[in-house]
């Protein structure tokens, strides 16, 4: 031992302890991990070759046996996999083409979420013995092991901008047909109580059609406007994942709105706005996820879209108009001359922009103001940083009363920190965002019918050119939490609007989906 | 010294800061941590902060009212508000009366209990000119407003003091006396006739109450039991049993009183002019007697038919006043 005894035996049973405890377990865990892959490889490309080499071999299937679905209805079972028998094809399948559909038939059952994953899957001849089976026959069986019935989960939560403790009831495959039912009460910063259930069922065997309907009644603070919205309310919505990728809803929304409790300086607009309005609405959303990691994106596309229509016509309900927001982000990975492969550093940039076109109610020919609950707010930590929370567009007083059309926009340049990992989810960011709130004007001739609103949203729109948006610039780090993005931002306000409030120094942000 | 140059540069660069503390609004103050005392030389650099700053946005086109007058927010329809007419509250009509008497110039503005700060109708906003900003006033403040004399602005009540409608001392006993008449008695019987009798729930308070609020007749159901669960809970708060005669009763026999009470004057308390006391009165006197307002149980107003002088008390006070 060089090391002089008196520092002697303590430190160096530290050190040891603390290389078994870092580096020496991550080495073992990762060498575990590089044979597991190497064996798991192997068996796959031995099955691969076996395969590979029987491909073109002419086989039936005339039996999917499928054990230890307990709770499962079998003529839901059958509705995935009654297709894929031979017996319902009208030519014969090689080899290759049988376990393809088999595999697909698997993948529904795994985008069901009932079953543990991976399911298991043989394949066997039938005994050619029974005078019932043909040389080609082949007899496939699965394997599935249900998922636990019930889960109930506690917990704390973080959402966007806010922070809940939760308690969920999840009821998988209640009806042995893939349905879920999802009971949930919270509690929280912001949402002082939300209450919500819901049923979602696959709609014909088909885990990427599905049917959802639930009920809510919350009642939420919002500071940022002086008052606390009670929610009670039901939808009802077709959710349809196509093949090709991205995602579409289309739902009916019935919402008994309350804007109550106001606080003691509340602005007139508030009041204006305060009590019941009951919105009775059909919406669209469609959404393409392609980035690589939705909380820190190095590459991709994601793209979202939303159309509302309240109030027109049959729909009825207290509240008119029609409302579209689209919301796109890209990533690009940024190369580094002389830095082979992946460096970490990335460019994002997001946009949003949304607008809120009133319309007549019912048969009525003129159409209303919109109210507080209906317009857009924007500002804070997940939109536009460098901002409070709703610290964009029209005030009244303290008030932000939000507005009836915006734009948002977001440049980010993503990079590793200094001696970690890209691997690690840490990043630094330099980022420049900026946005408009606007409300519709006043309409220059008397009323509020088509002609007059049509022109006025014409005219807001054009004033989203005059003069540059509200921006602000900064730096911060970045936190890829598993299920939210963590930022700590320091920023400046560079252009502002009277009223508008930016943040100077920093400030804190928590969201899923951040501009 | 470097300091108090400072201090009007952040308000000259920072306007939105400026404008949030000139709204008198502490509420997002805490939000700010804690400050240290940041190093001037951080301070000059953030005051620069923002470059450019251009004038505010546009408020969304609401329903609300002109900001330069006193608006008081009462139960009405946007009809009635228009054309000054009387409140079908009893509770709004008693202030929307009194500040009349006292010669205010005001409007009011159809609400609902949800936009008020002390969660009941009525309060006032006062005109965005007078000193109180535009902190609302609910009702119990009202008169000590008025006392005040903080309406500077808009036009100041004529004459206060001697219709105050506040009697001298020796009588503070008697005006206690009736006025709990009127609280209890009148009032209990009311919330019987409009709320729990079915008929008149139906041709009375659902249109007036319930209607406007949301066109959605589930939400309405849900308003509506709600009202009545509201006043089955008042009226039991005072007896253990509702007894639609006993209550009936009651009513009939303050109404007498206060008939007796008001004998052949103008005004209660032979006062020159009417007072709060008046207004108390007119305020249900008037729903009651109103002809637009089809009661389908009339026990309550037949009662009070009987007695002509309050008939033409509410009479009088209409014509004057509305």
């Known amino acids: ?515 | 010294m470097p300091k108090d140059a400072s201090a009007p540069t952040l308000a000259a660069t920072d306007p939105a800061n400026h404008a949030r503390t000139s709204a008198g609004h502490a509420e997002s103050q805490p939000s700010r941590a804690p400050r240290l005392k940041t190093p001037e030389i951080v301070k000059r650099v953030f005051d620069r902060f923002p470059l450019r700053t251009y004038e505010a946005c546009e408020l969304p086109q609401g329903r609300t009212s002109s900001r330069d007058e006193h608006a008081l927010f009462v139960f009405t329809t946007q009809a009635d508000a228009k054309a000054g007419r009387s409140s079908y509250n009893p509770g709004c009509l008693k202030w929307q009366a009194y500040l009349r008497f006292q010669g205010l110039d005001f409007v009011t503005v159809p609400s609902n209990n949800h936009a008020s700060p002390s969660g009941a109708l009525p309060y006032l906003l006062p005109a965005e000119a007078t000193s109180s900003g535009r902190a609302p006033i609910p009702s119990t403040r009202l008169q000590r407003w008025l006392k005040d004399g903080d309406q500077s602005g808009a036009k100041r009540p004529q004459d206060r003091g001697s219709g105050e409608g506040r009697p001298s001392a020796d009588n503070q006993m008697r005006y206690d006396a009736y006025l709990s008449l009127l609280d209890h008695k009148i009032r209990n019987a009311y919330l019987y006739t409009l709320y729990l009798c079915p008929s008149n729930f139906d041709s009375i308070a659902r249109p007036l109450y319930v209607d406007p609020s949301t066109s959605n007749s589930l939400a309405r159901l849900t308003v509506s039991i709600q009202l009545r669960d509201a006043a089955q809970a008042e009226l039991l708060k005072q007896a253990a049993t509702i007894d639609a005669e006993v209550l009936y009763q009651g009513s009939c026999q303050a109404f007498e009183a206060l008939s007796e009470l008001l004998g052949e004057g103008r005004y209660f308390f032979d006062e020159q002019k009417p007072g709060l006391f008046d207004a108390s009165v007119f305020a249900y006197t008037n729903i009651l007697l109103d002809e637009t307002k089809t009661w389908k149980e009339t026990r309550m107003l037949e009662d009070l038919r009987q007695f002509g002088n309050l008939v033409k008390h509410r009479e009088r006070l209409l014509q004057q006043y509305f």
């Open chain 1, 1 to 515: 031992m060089a090391a002089p005894l008196g520092s002697g035996d303590d430190g160096i049973f530290e050190q040891l302890r603390r290389k078994q405890g870092a580096k020496v377990l991550e080495e073992k865990a990762r060498a575990a991990e590089a044979e597991e892959l190497a064996r798991a490889e192997k068996a796959q490309r031995r099955l691969g070759d076996l395969i590979s080499s029987n491909s073109t071999l002419p086989c039936t299937i005339s039996n999917i046996h499928i054990i230890g679905a307990k709770h499962t209805r079998p003529g839901f079972l059958r509705g995935i996999f009654d297709p894929i028998l031979s017996a319902n094809q009208d030519h014969p399948y090689t080899l290759a083409e049988a376990i393809n559909e088999v595999s697909r038939g698997v993948s529904k059952l795994h985008k069901l979420d009932i079953y543990q994953q991976p399911i298991p899957l043989s394949i066997t001849r039938p005994d050619p013995t029974n005078s019932s089976s043909t040389p080609t026959d082949i007899d496939i069986y699965l394997n599935l092991r249900e998922k636990s019935r019930i889960l109930l989960k506690t917990g704390t939560d973080v959402g966007n901008a806010e922070g809940s403790a939760y308690v969920n009831a999840l009821g998988r495959n209640v009806f042995g047909g893939g349905e879920t039912v999802n009971l949930n009460a919270a509690l929280g910063t912001r949402t002082r109580s939300a209450y919500q259930a819901s049923f979602d069922t696959p709609v014909l065997s088909n885990p990427d059609l599905r049917w959802e309907s639930g009920g809510l009644a919350s009642s939420t603070q919002k500071p940022f406007a002086s008052h606390e919205e009670v929610l009670k309310g039901g939808w009802t919505k077709l959710k349809w994942a196509p093949e090709g990728g991205g995602a579409h809803e289309f739902a009916y929304n019935g919402v008994w709105r309350q804007v109550t409790s106001l606080a003691g300086g509340a602005s007139p607009t508030i009041r204006a706005d305060a009590g019941d309005s009951v919105k009775s609405s059909i919406s669209h959303v469609w959404a393409r996820d392609q980035r690589d990691n939705p909380l820190l994106p190095t590459r991709g596309l994601f793209r979202k879209t939303l159309l509302e229509l309240a109030g027109w016509g049959p729909l009825q309900g207290d509240v008119a108009f029609a409302k579209a927001e689209v919301e796109a982000q890209s990533a690009l990975p940024v190369p580094i001359p002389g830095v082979q492969g992946e460096t970490g550093v990335s460019f994002t940039t997001g946009l949003r922009a949304g607008l809120l076109y009133p319309l007549p109610l019912g048969l009525e020919s003129e159409s209303k103001p919109s109210r507080i609950n209906d317009r857009f707010q924007l500002g804070g930590p997940t939109d536009v940083r460098g901002f409070r929370l709703s610290g964009l567009g029209p005030h009244d007083g303290s008030d932000a009363v939000g507005g009836d059309l915006y734009a948002a926009g977001s440049a980010n340049l993503l990079f590793p920190l200094p001696r970690v990992g890209i691997d690690r989810p840490f990043r630094l960011q330099a980022f420049v965002n900026g946005g408009r709130l606007l409300a519709l004007k006043r309409s220059s001739g008397k009323g509020n019918d088509s002609e007059n609103v049509k022109q006025a949203a014409v005219s807001t729109v054009s004033e989203l050119g005059n003069g540059l948006p509200s921006i602000s610039a900064g730096l911060g780090l970045i936190y890829a939490l598993p299920m939210a993005r963590v930022e700590l931002n320091f920023s400046l306000p560079l252009v502002l609007r009277k009223g508008e409030e930016g943040r100077k120094g920093l400030s804190f942000g928590i969201g899923i989906n951040m501009l």
